[in-house]
């Protein structure tokens, strides 16, 4: 029964954890607050305990698909678990902080290099494409956002790539980008002529870029949509009476659509970064299990390292770390964006 | 308000006898599963056997090659197919849980990882009635053990080993003798050069002389490994606690393959590739030459394989692996194993099975569905004596070399398989800049990776 817990134990810690978007409370009003008071817990129980029992089941199935398989990953990363122990499982050697010192300080130990070799490949994928993801969105879908004829029929295409799976996506592009026969470089060499020479897309430094594009192409449509619903909420009003005022379509852009939208940006952004983080689909499915030193990113190396080279400790850890960091992602987006998280008054 | 209490609590409490009940069952099932096989004297009953994707259609097949067992024995076998890209953790997950078939199929080089688990049978004093060692070559048995300890956790099933598939056709054109085409690495290099010289097309389609994948291959150390063994090196030192990737040796196997890359003998597009789609690049009449295993042989006669394009389905030549600068060949040899699981509970009915596929007759017609060969030594030879490329492909056998069967080795594979794709990635004009100190910079991070892993034994 062990390996079976186990296995989720680990796999919950790379997936995405569920982050919501604290929800604002807003004030009670006093008198309510004050007459909550009042009254005995055990008034409170009786009129509550209806929503206690709806709750109740999901709360006991979160605990036991998420919270203790995660605790479960993090008790494992103090433990000295490779080929000859994991066996052992709970009963493993206790390591203390070593698989985390090795990872982060040791530069005798091979798998410190992969590491941090996997934490640039990660910045520099989450980076570009959350960037291209929320840029593209939101410049095609000021361009969606005027009366034209045969709107819908745009807005369903660009929704396109968004229901195909990421597996799919990999699949599609692995056959793109190949150097010999694929479409890309008989655009770009054969038909147009825009390069001498066939670029390698698979192998090599441009790996990264061969999984950053078409993350950014299946996440674009999205980011559009919200965008979409976003900017169509905006009164024509405010853009007529600054157009009156003598503002031009950037001013425009700049002082009434960016600030309007800025909450939408502000989710989209926090979970885009969660999600290119925890991103393994794609590259696997394009690259195989190693990627290579150009696109390794955090989550192919935890999987390969855990489940192909048994070496659960360093995987726990590595996970724990990205768990950290994203919850310092997650705190330092709340501190740019609780204001625009506030109810508008 | 009572009403919807009642409700949000029926709910909670279906919940919660779904989630019992569904525990339950699946005690129920063993339980009584017990119950039948302690009653019995006689293996009888039934089996369950894991097999993973051997050819095309690996279920039926297997059920056809079982019903004269059952027949005979009255022993029923529950075939199950686990697939070799997860084929790892199932095998790995039942041996330490306990909860898995009684009967697998495993990659020889995952043997020693999988006996040293401690989840699986000794079958020591029972091998005996498969002929024990002398019916199998010593390789192939050497691959039922862990190094240094005693047991014999499998028993040898089907045989592998690879070997340069070229173009009768291309070479003809090309004004080579195939008989010393692939003799040595200098005439092996010569024939590539003279295919790139002489046969730039076929039918007026593109041939390159050349072509092997790279990273993306699981497979990727078995090409690169007959190379530096040949070269007098070796995976790891002969008692087994070091590295020796690194060493002088190996490291001109490893420049020897890289440099028909770096001179464009080697297709490097087919580095972006995995090891089936390189596969269909041959069938398909995109390379000339490349090495591979016995299964493809097989599949040239099946019509219905439709990646053969007629030119090269019509003109398979087989050459065994070419000889190094120490005049020797060698090449990777593997294959698969049955081992048995400790947690089975009707072990004398899954021995019954394990001997059943272990007679000639049985072992050789399976493995020519798969088009693999038998790993007993008699039916081996049988099958060399087909034709002229099974007659090639057995002497490609007796060249055989496998890694040194421990625990670590699978982790280790994966370390060199790493290292080797950054050198060829940099040897087609990717990533670094090839030269001989970056080959032997990632040779000695793959030596130093290793060497972390062996240390792991203690």
Same mark, same amino acid.
């Given at each position: 029964?062990l390996p079976r817990?186990?296995?989720?134990s680990i796999?919950?810690?790379?997936e995405?954890?569920e982050?919501?978007t604290?929800?604002?409370?807003p004030p009670?009003?006093?008198?309510?607050r004050r007459?909550a008071?009042?009254?005995?817990?055990?008034?409170r129980?009786r009129?509550?305990?209806l929503a206690?029992?709806l709750?109740?089941?999901?709360?006991?199935?979160?605990?036991l698909?998420?919270l203790?398989?995660?605790?479960g990953?993090?008790y494992?990363?103090?433990?000295?678990?490779?080929?000859?122990?994991?066996?052992?499982?709970?009963?493993?050697?206790?390591?203390?902080?070593?698989?985390?010192?090795?990872?982060?300080?040791?530069?005798?130990?091979?798998?410190h290099?992969?590491?941090?070799e996997?934490?640039?490949n990660t910045?520099?994928y989450?980076? *570009?494409t959350? =960037?291209?993801? $929320?840029? +593209?969105?939101? &410049? #095609?879908a000021?361009?969606l956002n005027r009366?034209m004829?045969?709107i819908?029929?745009?807005r369903?295409?660009m929704?396109?790539p968004?229901?195909?799976?990421s597996f799919?996506?990999?699949?599609?592009w692995g056959?793109?980008w190949?150097?010999?026969?694929?479409?890309?470089?008989?655009?770009?060499v054969?038909?147009?002529g825009?390069l001498?020479?066939?670029p390698?897309?698979?192998?090599?430094?441009?790996t990264?870029?061969?999984i950053i594009i078409?993350?950014i192409?299946r996440?674009?449509? *999205?980011?559009? =949509?919200?965008? $979409?619903? +976003?900017?169509? &909420? #905006?009164p024509?009003?405010?853009?007529?009476?600054?157009?009156i005022d003598?503002?031009g379509?950037?001013?425009r852009?700049?002082?009434?659509?960016?600030?309007?939208?800025?909450?939408?940006?502000?989710?989209?952004?926090?979970?885009?970064?969660?999600?290119a983080?925890?991103?393994?689909a794609?590259?696997v499915?394009?690259?195989?299990?190693?990627?290579?030193p150009?696109a390794d990113l955090?989550?192919?190396?935890?999987?390969?390292q855990s489940f192909s080279?048994?070496?659960?400790?360093f995987?726990?850890?590595?996970?724990t770390?990205?768990?950290?960091?994203?919850?310092?992602?997650v705190?330092?987006w709340?501190?740019?964006?609780?204001?625009?998280m506030?109810?508008?008054? | 308000?009572?009403?919807?209490?009642?409700?949000a609590?029926a709910i909670?409490?279906?919940v919660?006898t779904?989630?019992?009940?569904?525990?339950c069952?699946?005690?129920?099932?063993s339980s009584s599963?017990?119950?039948?096989?302690?009653?019995?004297k006689?293996?009888?009953?039934?089996v369950?056997?894991w097999?993973m994707?051997n050819?095309?259609q690996?279920?039926p097949?297997m059920?056809?090659?079982?019903?004269p067992f059952?027949?005979?024995?009255?022993?029923?076998?529950?075939?199950?197919?686990?697939?070799?890209d997860?084929?790892?953790d199932?095998?790995?997950?039942?041996?330490?849980?306990g909860?898995g078939?009684d009967v697998t199929q495993a990659?020889?080089?995952q043997?020693p990882?999988?006996?040293?688990?401690?989840?699986f049978?000794n079958?020591?004093?029972?091998v005996k009635?498969?002929?024990?060692q002398?019916?199998?070559?010593?390789?192939?048995?050497?691959?039922?053990?862990?190094?240094g300890?005693?047991?014999?956790?499998a028993?040898?099933?089907f045989?592998e080993?690879?070997?340069i598939?070229?173009?009768?056709d291309?070479l003809e054109?090309?004004?080579?003798?195939?008989?010393?085409?692939?003799k040595?690495w200098?005439s092996?290099r010569?024939?590539?050069q003279?295919i790139?010289?002489k046969?730039?097309?076929?039918?007026?389609?593109?041939i390159?002389p050349?072509?092997?994948?790279?990273?993306k291959?699981?497979d990727?150390?078995h090409h690169?490994m007959p190379?530096v063994?040949?070269a007098g090196?070796?995976?790891l030192s002969d008692?087994?606690?070091?590295s020796?990737?690194?060493s002088?040796e190996?490291?001109?196997?490893?420049?020897y393959?890289?440099?028909?890359l770096k001179d464009g003998?080697?297709d490097k597009?087919?580095l972006?590739?995995d090891?089936t789609q390189?596969e269909?690049q041959?069938?398909g009449g995109?390379i000339a030459?490349?090495?591979?295993g016995?299964?493809t042989l097989?599949s040239?006669s099946?019509t219905d394989?439709?990646?053969?394009?007629?030119?090269?389905r019509?003109n398979v030549?087989?050459?065994?692996?070419?000889?190094?600068p120490?005049?020797q060949a060698?090449?990777?040899?593997?294959?698969?194993n049955?081992?048995?699981?400790k947690s089975?509970?009707n072990?004398d009915a899954?021995w019954?099975?394990?001997?059943f596929?272990?007679?000639?007759?049985?072992?050789?017609?399976?493995?020519n569905?798969?088009?693999m060969?038998p790993?007993?030594k008699e039916?081996q030879?049988?099958?060399?004596?087909?034709?002229d490329?099974h007659?090639?492909?057995?002497?490609?056998i007796?060249?055989?070399?496998?890694y040194?069967?421990?625990p670590?080795?699978?982790q280790?594979?994966?370390?060199?398989k790493?290292?080797?794709g950054?050198?060829?990635?940099?040897a087609?004009g990717q990533?670094?800049?090839?030269?001989?100190a970056?080959?032997k910079s990632?040779?000695?991070a793959a030596?130093?990776e290793?060497d972390?892993?062996?240390?792991?034994?203690g």
């Amino acid at each position: 029964m062990l390996p079976r817990l186990f296995t989720p134990s680990i796999m919950s810690t790379l997936e995405q954890p569920e982050l919501k978007t604290p929800a604002p409370v807003p004030p009670a009003p006093r008198h309510r607050r004050r007459r909550a008071a009042v009254r005995t817990p055990r008034v409170r129980w009786r009129r509550n305990r209806l929503a206690y029992a709806l709750i109740a089941p999901a709360v006991v199935f979160m605990v036991l698909v998420h919270l203790l398989p995660m605790l479960g990953g993090f008790y494992l990363s103090f433990k000295k678990l490779n080929t000859f122990t994991f066996s052992q499982l709970w009963g493993a050697p206790w390591n203390g902080l070593e698989n985390y010192r090795s990872i982060l300080f040791d530069s005798e130990n091979p798998l410190h290099s992969g590491f941090f070799e996997a934490v640039g490949n990660t910045i520099q994928y989450t980076f *570009f494409t959350v =960037l291209g993801t $929320l840029g +593209g969105g939101l &410049a #095609i879908a000021v361009l969606l956002n005027r009366p034209m004829r045969g709107i819908k029929v745009v807005r369903t295409l660009m929704l396109a790539p968004w229901v195909v799976p990421s597996f799919v996506v990999a699949v599609l592009w692995g056959f793109m980008w190949q150097s010999d026969n694929g479409i890309i470089n008989k655009i770009l060499v054969d038909y147009t002529g825009l390069l001498s020479e066939r670029p390698v897309w698979l192998i090599g430094h441009n790996t990264i870029w061969a999984i950053i594009i078409p993350s950014i192409w299946r996440g674009l449509p *999205f980011a559009m =949509l919200i965008f $979409l619903a +976003g900017l169509q &909420a #905006i009164p024509d009003e405010l853009n007529e009476a600054a157009q009156i005022d003598g503002a031009g379509p950037w001013r425009r852009f700049r002082f009434i659509t960016l600030p309007l939208i800025r909450p939408l940006i502000a989710v989209q952004l926090l979970f885009g970064v969660i999600y290119a983080t925890y991103q393994y689909a794609i590259p696997v499915v394009m690259m195989g299990s190693n990627p290579g030193p150009d696109a390794d990113l955090m989550m192919t190396l935890i999987v390969r390292q855990s489940f192909s080279n048994n070496l659960f400790g360093f995987g726990a850890a590595a996970s724990t770390l990205v768990m950290l960091a994203m919850l310092v992602w997650v705190f330092v987006w709340w501190a740019a964006f609780r204001r625009d998280m506030q109810p508008q008054t | 308000m009572r009403s919807r209490l009642v409700i949000a609590w029926a709910i909670a409490l279906f919940v919660a006898t779904a989630l019992v009940v569904a525990a339950c069952g699946g005690d129920d099932k063993s339980s009584s599963d017990k119950a039948a096989t302690t009653a019995a004297k006689k293996p009888s009953g039934t089996v369950t056997l894991w097999i993973m994707n051997n050819g095309p259609q690996p279920v039926p097949d297997m059920e056809k090659t079982l019903a004269p067992f059952t027949a005979k024995t009255g022993i029923k076998v529950k075939v199950e197919l686990v697939g070799w890209d997860v084929q790892f953790d199932r095998i790995r997950n039942a041996a330490v849980s306990g909860e898995g078939p009684d009967v697998t199929q495993a990659g020889t080089t995952q043997v020693p990882f999988f006996a040293a688990l401690g989840g699986f049978e000794n079958l020591n004093s029972r091998v005996k009635d498969i002929g024990g060692q002398p019916a199998y070559p010593e390789g192939v048995w050497n691959t039922t053990k862990i190094a240094g300890q005693d047991g014999v956790f499998a028993a040898p099933w089907f045989t592998e080993a690879r070997a340069i598939y070229y173009r009768k056709d291309v070479l003809e054109k090309a004004g080579v003798d195939p008989a010393t085409a692939f003799k040595d690495w200098d005439s092996f290099r010569a024939t590539l050069q003279a295919i790139k010289d002489k046969v730039p097309t076929v039918d007026g389609k593109n041939i390159e002389p050349f072509g092997q994948p790279g990273k993306k291959a699981f497979d990727l150390v078995h090409h690169v490994m007959p190379f530096v063994w040949d070269a007098g090196g070796a995976e790891l030192s002969d008692d087994l606690k070091k590295s020796t990737i690194n060493s002088p040796e190996a490291q001109q196997g490893v420049e020897y393959f890289a440099g028909l890359l770096k001179d464009g003998l080697m297709d490097k597009s087919q580095l972006e590739r995995d090891g089936t789609q390189v596969e269909s690049q041959f069938k398909g009449g995109k390379i000339a030459t490349w090495i591979g295993g016995p299964w493809t042989l097989q599949s040239a006669s099946r019509t219905d394989d439709k990646n053969w394009v007629q030119a090269a389905r019509d003109n398979v030549g087989i050459a065994p692996m070419p000889q190094g600068p120490q005049s020797q060949a060698f090449t990777f040899v593997g294959g698969s194993n049955l081992m048995m699981f400790k947690s089975s509970k009707n072990k004398d009915a899954a021995w019954e099975l394990v001997k059943f596929l272990s007679q000639d007759q049985v072992q050789t017609d399976y493995a020519n569905l798969m088009g693999m060969f038998p790993a007993r030594k008699e039916a081996q030879s049988k099958v060399g004596e087909q034709d002229d490329n099974h007659k090639q492909f057995f002497a490609a056998i007796q060249q055989g070399r496998t890694y040194a069967p421990i625990p670590q080795w699978g982790q280790i594979e994966n370390a060199y398989k790493t290292r080797f794709g950054n050198i060829l990635d940099s040897a087609a004009g990717q990533g670094k800049p090839y030269s001989s100190a970056v080959v032997k910079s990632e040779l000695d991070a793959a030596a130093k990776e290793a060497d972390t892993l062996l240390a792991q034994g203690g």
